[in-house]
């Protein structure tokens, strides 16, 4: 939707959803979740909020995106998927 393409700065194509990760803040994640945001959205790397939680060791928050429908089949630029990144 558009909130996704108007909430993108910082890193190349990072959104408030991948900075929420970085910063593993859970109620920022909750809060840009209640406004219906693309849970998939992908930066210039390829990396949806899903990768991020991975490469950054937040289970928890991916287990929380998964539950929340994130796509767990999106590869990044390298042909990465979620689980293959930052192990």
């Given at each position: 939707n558009n909130y996704s393409r108007i909430l993108k700065y910082g890193y190349?194509?990072?959104?408030?959803?991948?900075?929420a990760i970085t910063y593993n803040s859970t109620k920022c994640l909750e809060f840009l979740l209640s406004n219906n945001l693309n849970l998939d959205i992908q930066n210039?790397?390829?990396?949806?909020?899903?990768?991020?939680?991975?490469?950054y060791q937040k289970d928890s928050l991916g287990r929380y995106l998964i539950s929340k429908?994130?796509?767990e089949t999106i590869r990044n630029n390298d042909g990465r998927l979620y689980s293959e990144v930052g192990r």
């Open positions: 190349p194509g990072n959104t408030f959803l991948h900075n210039s790397d390829g990396n949806t909020p899903l990768h991020y939680c991975f490469l429908g994130a796509d």
